[in-house]
């Protein structure tokens, strides 16, 4: 089995940072020690000069549009990006074309990842208005290990996977051993506020009315309906790319009363903020909408505080010549997974974030909410998913760099450079440069257990 010694770097944990070392066997943690000195005979032994050494990124939330919206992205070229931005792992998001609504779409997706993805893979299961009994049978049958959680979208997004009758709100959010993820937006606001833009404008609705359109107010409704049904029924509730100061402060509290409760942002909405529409326009159009710069601030501030829980991308690519259409043509969803990791170093270090954030966000506590075994933590026995960032160099971002041609981020200046990945124990990124060929990677199929309610 191949042997490494990773030294002189900074080992970067959710709750601690230090200088040491740390040893691969074969696919996974031999050993980690602080300080100097460390020995393990036989290996190929990597001075990392002092660089971040991290557990590589699970991203929770992406949609690599296969089966169904090829021509957009697909899971080998979606998860070849995904390692370039330092993410081992991803679990897909179910809106695919058909959804992943059934064991056996669940099924055909993971055989084209066992065939394609080139990073570890899982998918989570979506929720309609009338398949929950059969979730439940899934999960009775033991096939819960084969699906991260329950996607439940609150308000339609692509897809149209609307989960709308309070009955089958009831039922899903009373399954217990799994986490459900919340797309949460009212969909009567949304309709009223398109209609109220259209009474106005007409067709010629500016980019900039989509945070009117989809409004704080929808968010703030939809997710305070989800937080009353989780703290009344107990439920694992994960709200996904919270947007809004409000929602922040009604999830911080909803948490004291069920510690199960828990929250995720993307980078997206600490980045870009409502005055970036004249600039990017169809480019920065995403659900929800990426809202005002008191909102970005507070949800900076709820990122460094632990209030958001985790980090996920929200990748979701469309062609640029989609996403130069009128706003009424034009598809949400923002191609990121690439530059999350950057976006979120060059964030810590002009707010003072601790990087130990970066790391709980991104690997540690998604690990935790989706019960995925032996990944997301430097701890020996663990998969050797690794993750070396340079803190202080950047780059800027290339508009061309994923499959759908184009960026948000595109001529923007990040730190936090990806140098360097560990897939399984495999190297696949060297001096920022991807290179798959030649190593003997195996990505693997992510296992869940069962989450336990506290």
């Known amino acids: 089995m191949p042997r490494y010694l990773l030294t002189n770097a900074l080992i970067v944990k959710g709750s601690s940072s230090f200088m040491g070392s740390l040893a691969i066997e074969g696919e996974r943690i031999a050993g980690i020690w602080p300080g100097e000195g460390a020995e393990f005979p036989d290996a190929e032994v990597i001075d990392l000069g002092g660089r971040i050494l991290m557990a590589g990124m699970i991203d929770s939330h992406v949609h690599f549009r296969e089966p169904g919206m090829t021509w957009k992205a697909d ?17 897909d998001m179910p809106n695919t074309a058909p959804p992943t609504v059934t064991a056996e779409a669940l099924a055909d997706k993971l055989g084209i990842a066992s065939m394609t993805s080139k990073a570890n893979f899982g998918f989570h299961l979506g929720a309609t208005n009338d398949n929950i009994s059969r979730i439940k049978e899934y999960l009775d049958e033991g096939l819960g290990e084969r699906f991260g959680g329950i996607k439940v979208f609150m308000g339609s997004s692509t897809g149209n996977m609307l989960v709308d009758r309070n009955e089958s709100l009831e039922d899903v959010f009373s399954i217990k051993g799994k986490p459900i993820l919340v ?75 069920n510690p199960n409760i828990t929250a995720e942002t993307s980078a997206n909405y600490l980045w870009f903020c409502d005055e970036d529409y004249p600039r990017l326009k169809g480019k920065v159009k995403c659900n929800p909408a990426v809202k005002s710069a008191a909102d970005r601030d507070a949800l900076r501030k709820a990122f460094a505080d632990g209030t958001i829980d985790t980090i996920g991308s929200d990748h979701a690519p469309h062609l640029k010549d989609e996403k130069d259409r009128p706003y009424i043509q034009c598809p949400s969803g923002l191609p990121s997974v690439r530059e999350q990791l950057p976006v979120l170093f060059t964030v810590a270090k002009d707010f003072g974030i601790p ?92 296992r869940f257990l069962p989450t336990a309610e506290q």
């Open 355 to 446: 990087f130990e954030r970066i790391a709980s966000a991104c690997s540690e506590k998604v690990a935790a909410v989706f019960g995925i075994e032996d990944r997301g933590r430097l701890e020996q026995g663990c998969f050797a998913d690794l993750v070396v960032i340079d803190p202080e160099k950047g780059s800027t971002v290339r508009g061309d760099s994923y499959k759908c041609g184009w960026s948000p981020y595109e001529d923007t200046a990040l730190k936090g450079k990806v140098e360097m990945v560990w897939l399984n124990g495999c190297p696949v990124v060297n001096n920022s440069i991807l290179n798959i060929a030649t190593s003997q990677s195996r990505p693997r199929q992510l």
């Open 75 to 91: 899971i080998a070229s979606e998860s070849a990006a995904a390692l370039e931005g330092g993410v081992t792992s991803f679990i």
């Open 183 to 257: 797309h949460s937006e009212d969909e009567g606001m949304i309709k009223a506020g398109l209609n109220s833009a259209r009474q106005t404008y007409g067709d010629n609705i500016p980019f900039s009315c989509h945070p009117s359109i989809r409004s704080r107010e929808a968010c703030i409704r939809s997710t305070e309906r989800a937080l009353e049904k989780a703290v009344r029924l107990g439920t694992s509730l994960h709200i996904l790319h919270v947007s809004t100061a409000e929602e922040v402060e009604m999830i911080r509290k909803a948490k004291l009363s």
